[in-house]
């Protein structure tokens, strides 16, 4: 039981995290058709200007810093690399994201060095929320959850209730009929690949505290990112939620399971021949934890690419 | 005529190539087997990104395989089994074709953005899950072997390792090269082209691609042999996305519309790594900038660049265009020095050394030794210098790039050129 609530508060803030990543991702695909490679290094850029910044004038000061950097970074990379390229099709502006990518983290690399960091909370926010069977729960594992919660009202509200999120819907469904009807549509996008940036970056701020910062960090959670979004459907905001909880639950519970196909072939009494197999029978569930995710993704691509909540295309 | 150039053009390679390296040291030899190695790997990955327009993130996955399955062949070799050392690569093509026929079947269900993702999926789920399969892939160590002797040869030095690589790499090429010959090389540039058209001339689509991925899968397991021949050993790392983004790299900085761009490309980064990664740690980040760079200005790479201008060698005003491309390339040269300045002072000023340094001059800011002189980082010059370097570099490139387009318009388009970029109808991301 201990184990179970544990690994659910652990799994959902974990899945927040990602969803405040994904986010942007998923919304930059929705509207532009681009798949952002370096949509992850914008959320170690994060974490990195929020280090940064918070060594001199804060941590909150970081906080709020950081998303505007990265922000307006996003969207000098849209108006001013992606556009030129558009022309010769989304290979090429997958293929430039993809360099620029490489390039965010040699540079990361060349300012602070290919080592963590020492980027961290600020100690009155180092205090546990609450503690379960004896373990204290530190309080801003929940800051993480809650600062995403905040964050998907807030972008929920902005693309369903304003006129600002209409114009954005109608950006994404149909450019061109909204660009005749008056709209600025390159503003429009560039606009929301800043957003997207911005939310990345903001997420690398509020996590960089918490969780190690390293010239790594992009890499580690960029792939992540993508079958989050591609098991969500990519475009959808929804389906991106529902996706980073799966798999933030998923590998919270995983590593701390040692179920094996033996174990399960124990039950019906073919264990032994399974165990006499060896190989990918008797691997443990924790160590293929980091797999799972993957065969999901590929799973999702090849029996719905539209994922769980993205409409058919 | 063109083609009688081109022959001879190859077999001088190939001369040099046969008759140099012996003169050559050990670390240079060890760089020409990577090239060759990095070459094979780029054309193969290049039949399906560049021939078919499928834009494959996970390539390392066949690059891998190849090389595990040439090791444990290796071993089987040192158990005693009668398998001439030569031969080993067919190992690393039946694993690659396997695997690739697999993976092709389900990769080639999508298309655009959706065959990208899957073939990253196939990737990672390997690169995740090898170093768990202690039998297999010897866990997070991998597995090593030795090459024995066969027939007299030993294959104990780097030279003869050399001679076996570039055997199995002209023989792949040639193959390679021959397959575009060939109707099915015509039916892959057609899918490229046109897939729906060609579904309604009859053919399979999904099966043409299937063996289009199988066959890159086949030859990239030949670069994976050769590479496990080479080092002897292996591990999971080899399934990792960086083996999978250098060879996107290489073959779109070479120019994946032309058959030899990747073999520029791959050629071209090698001889990077290899030359400039001992002068400075920033050259990834020199690397990236290259490859931004050539997707901006020069999207079909460096190898559609060099053909653009091959292709108008006769007709083309070479003297009046000497003057601007002289300018263009001191411009880019001033530009390149600036950035180079830049970014080496960044790193030196932000390294460790240096913030020692830092500690120790309580307060004031020490200077540093770059380039063979000493700086200041508070004295105006030193920020002056890139600025100017820029500065002057800016100015030429921008003023001499509108001559240089006036030009080429005003000699016209060569006919037979194709502007086209290799995918960028393919990729309009549906998951058709």
């Given at each position: 039981?201990e184990?179970?609530?544990?690994s ?22 929705g ?10 290094s914008f959320y170690m ?8 910044v918070?060594s001199i004038f804060?941590f909150?000061a970081g906080?709020i810093?950081?998303p505007?950097?990265v922000?307006?970074?996003?969207m000098?990379?849209e108006r001013?690399l992606l ?10 502006e997958?293929l430039l994201?993809f360099?620029l990518a490489?390039?965010i983290?040699?540079m ?5 060095g290919d080592?963590?960091?020492n980027?961290?909370m600020?100690?009155y926010?180092r ?12 309080f801003?594992?929940?800051f993480i959850g809650?600062t995403a919660?905040?964050?998907?009202a807030?972008?929920?509200?902005l693309?369903t ?9 109608a950006?994404?469904r149909?450019?061109s009929?909204a660009?005749?009807l008056?709209?600025?549509i390159?503003?429009?996008f560039?606009c ?11 997420a690398?701020?509020v ?5 190690p910062t390293?010239p790594?960090m ?6 992540i990112?993508?079958?989050v979004?591609v098991?969500?459907?990519l475009?959808s905001l ?7 909880l799966?798999?933030g639950l998923?590998s919270s519970?995983a590593?701390?399971?040692d179920?094996?196909?033996a ?8 264990g032994g021949w399974a165990?006499s197999?060896?190989?990918?029978l008797?691997l ?6 980091a797999?799972?995710p ?8 090849l029996v719905?690419?539209?994922?769980l909540m993205?409409?058919?295309? | 005529m063109?083609?009688?150039r081109n ?8 001369a040099?190539l046969?008759?140099?390296?012996p003169?050559l ?9 990577n090239?060759l190695i990095?070459?094979?790997f ?5 039949l399906l990104s560049g021939?078919?327009?499928?834009l ?6 066949y690059?891998?395989m190849g090389a595990?399955a ?6 089987a070799?040192?158990?005693?089994l ?6 080993l690569?067919?190992a690393?093509?039946?694993a ?11 990769s080639?269900?999508?298309?655009g953005?959706y065959?990208?993702l899957?073939?990253l999926a196939?990737?990672?789920l390997f690169h995740s ?5 202690q039998g ?5 160590s991998?597995?090593s072997s030795?090459r ?7 294959f104990g030095s780097?030279?003869?390792v ?5 055997g199995w790499v002209?023989?792949?090429i ?5 397959y575009?010959?060939?109707?099915f090389?015509?039916?892959?540039l057609?899918i490229r082209?046109?897939?729906?058209r ?6 399979n689509?999904?099966?043409a691609k299937?063996?289009?991925f199988a066959i890159?899968a086949m030859f990239?397991g030949?670069?994976?042999a050769?590479?496990?021949i080479?080092?002897?050993?292996a591990n999971?790392a ?8 250098q060879?996107v790299?290489q ?5 994946a ?5 990747p073999?520029?490309?791959a050629?071209s980064?090698?001889?990077f790594?290899?030359?400039v990664s001992?002068l400075?740690?920033s ?6 900038l290259?490859?931004v760079?050539?997707m ?8 559609g660049?060099v053909q653009?201008?091959m292709r ?7 003297t009046g265009?000497a ?9 880019a040269?001033?530009?390149g020095?600036a950035v180079?300045y830049?970014?080496e002072t960044v ?5 460790e ?10 307060g004031a800011y020490?200077g ?7 700086w200041s ?7 002056l ?5 820029a500065?002057?570099g800016a100015v ?7 001559t ?5 318009e005003?000699m ?7 502007t ?5 109808a ?7």
């Open positions: 039981m184990f179970a609530i544990i659910t508060l652990n799994g959902v803030t974990y899945g927040l995290l990602l969803f405040m990543v994904s986010a942007g991702l998923t919304l930059i695909f509207m532009m058709g681009v798949l952002n490679f370096a949509h992850a850029l994060g974490a990195y200007v929020a280090y940064a918070s804060g909150w906080l810093v950081a505007i950097v922000g307006l970074t996003g000098v990379v001013y556009r030129r390229v558009h022309a010769h099709g989304h290979a090429h997958l994201t360099g490489m390039i983290e040699e990361i690399k060349l300012f602070f080592f963590p960091v980027y961290q600020p100690d926010l205090f546990s929320a609450f503690s379960v069977y004896g373990t204290d729960y530190p801003f594992r929940l809650a919660v905040v964050m998907f807030l972008l929920w509200g693309l209730r304003t006129r600002t999120g209409i114009v954005v819907r950006a994404e149909l450019p009929m660009e005749a008056g709209h600025n390159p503003i429009v560039m929301v690949f800043g957003a997207g940036a911005a939310l990345a970056g903001l690398g701020a996590a960089g505290a918490f969780y390293n790594n992009g890499l580690e959670l960029g792939v990112v993508f079958v979004v098991v969500g459907g475009g929804k389906g991106s939620l529902l996706a980073s799966i798999i998923f519970f590593v701390g399971l179920w094996s196909v174990s399960i072939l124990d039950l019906v009494g073919l165990h197999i060896g190989g990918l008797t443990e569930l924790s160590s293929v934890s797999t799972i993957f065969a999901l993704m590929l799973i999702v691509l719905r690419p539209a994922g993205g409409e058919r295309n | 063109a083609s009688m022959l001879i053009l190859m077999a001088a390679v190939l040099v046969l008759i140099v390296p003169f040291g050990l670390g240079w030899q060890n760089a020409l087997v090239i990095a070459s094979l780029a054309l193969a990955f290049n021939q078919a327009g499928l494959s993130f996970g390539h390392a996955a690059f891998g595990f040439t090791l444990h062949l290796m071993l070799v040192e158990d005693g009668g398998f001439p050392t030569p031969l690569p067919l690393g093509a039946l690659g074709l396997v695997v690739g026929l697999v993976a092709g079947y389900f080639t269900m999508r298309s953005v065959f990208a899957v073939t196939f990737a990672e899950l090898t170093p768990h399969l297999l892939f010897g866990g997070e991998g597995i030795m024995m002797p066969w027939q007299g040869i030993i780097v030279l003869e050399y001679y076996l690589t570039l002209m023989l792949s040639l193959v390679l090269w021959a575009t010959r060939t109707p090389g015509r039916l892959t057609a082209d046109n897939e729906q060609v579904r309604f001339l009859g053919y689509a999904h099966t299937m063996v289009i890159s990239t030949v670069a994976g050769l590479q496990a080479s080092n002897e050993t999971y080899l399934f990792g996305s960086q083996i999978s983004a060879v790299l073959t779109f900085v070479g120019g519309t032309i058959f030899f761009g073999v520029v490309g050629v980064f090698t001889l790594a290899y030359l001992d400075t740690r050259w990834l980040f020199y690397q990236g290259i490859f760079l050539v901006l200005y020069a999207p079909a790479g460096i190898g660049v653009h201008h108008s060698l006769r007709r083309a005003d070479w265009l003057k601007p491309y002289a300018l263009a390339a001191l411009g040269l001033l530009v020095s180079i830049l970014t790193a030196v000023l932000f390294g050394e240096y913030s020692v340094n830092l500690r120790n001059a309580a020490p540093y030794h770059l380039f063979g002189l000493s980082p508070v004295s105006p010059l030193t920020w210098v890139p600025l100017v370097l500065g002057v030429l490139l921008f003023k001499v790039r509108g240089i387009a006036a030009k080429w005003a016209g388009r060569p006919e037979t050129e194709s086209k970029a290799p995918d960028a393919k990729l309009k991301g549906g998951a058709a």
